[in-house]
């Protein structure tokens, strides 16, 4: 009678220790790089509560954000559609985020004082942007709007911009029309609103490892939960 207990508590572990190994290894690794103004912690916070069995990590700056793809590459990835299609060939793009209908992102410069002319630009002339593609991928990316490369201050969040042009250190800021609303509301600063040519760059995109799934990640994303499209400040995933 013993025997039979003490096998029976054998295969009740063994059977346990399957279910968690399954479990563990069902769990998504999902890694975030999204410049917005959603401070990155309360993004992944709320990514976390919000899609589970995935683990989620938000990154707030291109290079530890690539760093750790390259070491530790992860399932899929969240992040501005140009830098995956430029740098991250080993992930392919499912969905694309999209708002109003389209999935291409306007650009525009804000600058305080005189109109900004895109046509004067100059290689003395200072621009302050966001980093979502490194030093050389925000050079070439300037290119696009821009006849004669700029000067490029880069920097990790949409606060650190203001303060470049609070302070005049800039002649203008180049960001997304999305956030142009941002900046009017926190800022006493009465902006020039300049739109640049569009280049044709997505705003968001969900792509997964060659060979990887993320199914969960991808129900997650397609189930157009608002809350989630908001953290990237879409409408949805198509």
């Not at 912690?41 to 683990?55: D, P, V």
């Not at 990590?57 to 750790?68: A, L």
């Not at 590459?73 to 694309?96: F, S």
């Not at 040519?197 to 157009?224: H, M, P, R």
């Amino acid at each position: 009678m013993k025997a039979i207990i003490v096998i029976k508590r054998i295969v009740a572990l063994q059977f346990l220790s399957v279910f968690l190994a399954f479990n563990v290894f069902a769990v998504e690794k999902i890694y975030v790089f999204f410049p917005s103004n959603i401070n990155y912690q309360s993004m992944q916070n709320a990514m976390t509560g919000l899609m589970k069995e995935t683990s989620i990590t938000v990154f707030g700056r291109y290079n530890e954000f690539i760093s750790k793809i390259n070491s530790e590459p992860p399932d899929a990835i969240i992040t501005k559609t140009m830098l995956i299609k430029e740098q991250l060939g080993d992930y392919e793009i499912l969905l694309n985020g999209e708002r109003n209908g389209k999935a291409i992102e306007n650009y525009v410069i804000l600058s305080a004082g005189e109109p900004f002319g895109a046509d004067s630009v100059n290689s003395e002339t200072v621009i302050g942007v966001l980093d979502v593609l490194g030093r050389n991928g925000m050079n070439s990316f300037s290119k696009l709007f821009f006849p004669v490369q700029p000067k490029l201050k880069r920097v990790s969040k949409l606060e650190d911009l203001l303060s470049l042009l609070s302070f005049d250190l800039i002649a203008g800021i180049m960001v997304e029309d999305k956030f142009t609303e941002y900046f009017k509301t926190t800022s006493q600063i009465q902006f020039n609103i300049t739109p640049l040519k569009n280049a044709n760059t997505g705003i968001v995109a969900f792509a997964v490892k060659k060979g990887s799934k993320a199914e969960k990640t991808f129900i997650y994303l397609k189930n157009n939960d608002k809350k989630i499209c908001d953290l990237f400040l879409i409408e949805k995933w198509k």
